[in-house]
């Protein structure tokens, strides 16, 4: 009885408190309002039609619901926190300390209802509805008033929605007229569909557009007119498009291009440029004056999409425009078309062009944690050269060294120095024996890279890595990337393995992969496909696919069988020869305004044949740490359902495999300022094509999906604006390498237990999205 009665009370001091609130937010909002004011709480539209669909009633009474103004004050359960935050502060006698902050940053003032004009709104529905084709719509304002609170009302009466009966366009002897007559099958106007005059300002941006395209320099929307006849038939009108009468004569002249005109050394900060003679240099069509001969002039003969004598167009001056941007070379660029002086009907163009730095130094730190792997830090110095031969060319070296630590665990001491240096030179086209056309829209790039890295394990080895590449870079458009290297040489070579390592070999034998030379050559490709900058979309996505080809042809050439003991060497070193692919699959779902569901799933193969029996370690895939499945450690799963119990000298070696599955979701959502959350799960691990008697349940088998880990956990995200700071707090629902039965450890959660948390709770922090 002494339970059930202590209950209770608590259940009436929750409702005490709930209704404290109520009263404390409420009340206390009204008694600072002015004498004789009122405070607005909203308004709303009710649309009075027996003709219109529920459906279409209801959309139309939203988009109307929005028309009105002002908003009233901010709500959060019911409640108007920021206004009782206003009101409370009073008036601050200096523009600083908590009462300035609170009034000022935290609360926002009353909206009064003396500041509401009824008749305004209700003119502001009527011409909405009336744009939309509802003509002589009725609208009428009232209003509410309860305890110095004040709604307002409107009705609204539409009458039947006018439908378009006909469009015509310009039939008049003008050129222009005989060029809008000719798209008009592209005309947003058609017969059938309700008059709306949105989509009528959009059919002459549309007309406009292509006028543009045309030579029509001068034209613009305005200079057209729509007459909408709606005096004959039933609820019906005709719409005829003309050019108006007072169009000026040079808006109806369709023009072409003269002198092309360059300043690649402009300065922002004066109005004209001094040069002299020797300054001014002929290319082909165009005039550079270039008063430090910065650039060789086909740079400009290549990202001009201009020649003399062509017409004016409006997409040849917008992609100009993005490939001088394009290039990497200018913090500024301007175009000016002014009439020619000398010829008739002719433009000059003029661009106007300014420099960027062209050397500088940029450091990147990058850093991450997993507590229960490595805490790493990075850090990249880059030198950079912008303009190397004169060409728009981008060279660039890189200075690296990073570390991968573990404060305690099994890998203690055991940890991961990597030093190194990068060198690429870049240039702005295709390099290839026979000529190409590149994408038009983008400037389409050659990159060439050398890298040598030195990576320490220490008390275990050393690895040497030299890799070399030469590829293309090119975007279709703003959505779809490729990146295709012709030459992509990886080399691997031991140094430095301790005693201690080979020991761990002898009791696990597939440990001495790690340390065998590794020969890696041949063509990669990736393609990327993304919509994810179209921020308006509820729903976008994000692909990239990885093509990996290393030593087919010589394999193919040479005959090499590693199944039959007929392994090829090159410079006394196997090459690997497989096929590995990789498929990155990402879909992000708007929920509201500031949350979103993030998904992604990845699939990996590679095969191993020929002259390899295995993928290479460097190329095999890995799962777990902080940007894959956060509730286990950093490769530290798989392959399949084994676990590693053979060593006996504190070391956990990674773990690999040749094929991948791995699947995440996460609900995000922002909390306030700067910090959003999420609650995520992962799920996903690797297998071995081939059965390794020394990996025990590591082959993929019919059953994988009883090898999948999976684990859950929540996060903050911490958005700087230049950069994201994340935290997630992770643990595993499935152990793969348990026995089956056993492997859901769910009933097992138990947060309170010391023990439980020091082997499940693993702090993942990073910098970056996961994906």
């Known amino acids: 009885m002494s339970k059930k009665r202590n209950h209770i009370r608590m259940e009436y001091i929750r409702y005490f408190v709930v209704l404290s609130l109520f009263f404390v937010f409420g009340c206390s909002n009204t008694k600072y309002l002015p004498e004789g004011d009122l405070l607005y709480t909203g308004g709303s539209v009710t649309v009075k039609d027996s003709i219109l669909k529920k459906k279409e009633r209801k959309e139309l009474e939203n988009e109307l619901n929005d028309l009105l103004r002002p908003k009233p004050n901010k709500k959060f359960l019911g409640l108007r926190p920021k206004l009782w935050f206003y009101n409370i502060a009073g008036e601050p006698k200096k523009q600083k300390g908590i ?41 009428s304002a009232d209003s509410t008033v309860h305890d110095k609170r004040v709604t307002a009302e409107y009705t609204l009466i539409p009458k039947k929605r006018y439908i378009i009966k006909s469009v015509t366009f310009p039939d008049d002897s003008l050129a222009m007229s005989r060029i809008i007559g000719r798209s008009s099958r592209r005309s947003l106007l058609k017969a059938g569909q309700p008059y709306d005059l949105d989509v009528i300002k959009a059919e002459r941006e549309r007309i406009d557009a292509r006028l ?45 291009i003269n002198k092309i005109v360059v300043y690649p050394n402009f300065t922002l900060s004066k109005d004209s440029v001094k040069y002299q003679p020797k300054d001014v240099t002929q290319y082909k069509d165009f005039t550079i004056i270039d008063t ?44 000016e078309f002014k009439p020619s002086d000398s010829l008739d009907n002719m433009l000059d163009s003029y661009y106007y062009l300014t420099l960027l730095p062209k050397k500088f130094i940029r450091v990147e730190v990058l850093g991450k944690t997993n507590s229960a792997s490595y805490t790493g830090s990075e850090i990249n110095i880059n030198w950079n050269n912008r303009n190397l031969f004169k060409g728009a060319e981008l060279f660039t070296v890189s200075v690296f060294g990073g570390a991968d630590f573990q404060l305690s665990g099994a890998n203690n001491g055991k940890n991961i120095y990597k030093l190194g240096t ?11 024996p026979f000529r190409i056309e590149g994408p038009i829209e983008f400037v389409p790039r050659t990159k060439a890279t050398l890298r040598y890295e030195y990576q320490n394990r220490t008390q275990l080895y050393a690895l040497n890595s030299f890799k070399t590449s030469f590829g293309y870079l090119w975007k279709e458009n703003i959505r779809k990337e490729h990146q295709l290297n012709v030459v992509d040489i990886t080399y691997v070579s031991p140094n430095h393995v301790t005693p201690e390592y080979l020991e761990d070999i002898k009791e696990d034998p597939s440990l001495g992969k790690v340390i065998e030379k590794q020969l890696i050559f ?17 729903s976008t996505f994000y692909f990239s696919g990885d093509l990996d080809l290393a030593g087919n042809i010589t394999g193919l050439v040479t005959g090499a069988n590693v199944k039959k003991n007929d392994t090829i060497k090159l410079f006394n070193v196997p090459f690997s020869q497989y096929v590995k692919m990789r498929g990155d699959f990402r879909h992000y779902l708007k929920l509201g305004k500031e949350s979103e569901l993030a998904s992604r799933i990845i699939l990996g193969v590679g095969i191993p044949y020929g002259n390899s029996g295995a993928l290479p370690t460097s190329k095999q895939f890995v799962v777990g740490g902080t940007n894959s499945i956060r509730a286990f450690r950093a490769r530290s799963l798989g392959p399949g359902s084994y676990l590693n119990t053979q060593t006996t000298n504190d070391f956990l070696p990674d773990q690999s495999g040749d094929l991948k599955l791995e699947f995440s979701t996460e609900y995000r959502a922002k909390l306030f300022s700067i910090v959003r959350g999420a609650v995520f799960v992962d799920a996903g691990n690797v297998w071995l094509l081939n059965a390794d008697p020394n990996k025990a349940g590591g082959e993929i088998t019919k059953d994988f999906m009883k090898d999948i880990a999976v684990g859950a956990g929540a996060g903050l995200r911490f958005d700087l604006s230049f950069l994201v700071l994340r935290t997630d707090l992770a643990f595993p629902l499935r152990k793969p390498y348990l026995p089956q039965g056993q492997r859901w450890v769910i009933d097992d959660i138990n947060f309170g237990s010391g023990p439980w948390r020091k082997e499940n709770l693993i702090l993942n922090i990073a910098i970056g999205y996961p994906f």
């Open 99 to 139: 009462r300035y902050w609170l009034r000022t940053k935290v609360g926002e003032p009353p909206v009064l209802f003396s500041k509401v004009d009824l008749e305004y709104n209700a003119s502001v529905l009527r011409n909405f509805t009336e744009n939309r084709g509802y003509f002589k719509t009725r609208v």
């Open 422 to 432: 990068e060198t690429s030179l870049t240039w702005p086209r295709l390099i290839t």
């Open 212 to 256: 543009k395209e045309k030579g029509y320099y001068y034209f613009n929307p305005d200079y057209l007119l729509a007459q909408v006849d709606s005096s004959k038939g039933d609820h019906e009108v005709k719409i005829k498009m003309i050019i108006k009468v007072d169009t000026p004569p040079k808006a109806l002249t369709a023009y072409k």
């Open 522 to 538: 041949g063509p990669t490709y990736t393609y990327t496909y993304t919509n994810t900058m179209q921020k308006r979309k509820k």
């Open 292 to 335: 430090a001969n910065t650039f060789k002039p086909r740079v400009f003969d290549r990202t001009i999409r201009f020649k003399k004598g062509d017409f004016y167009n409006r997409k040849d001056h917008n992609l100009t425009l993005n490939r001088f941007v394009n290039l990497g070379t200018f913090s500024f660029v301007k175009n």
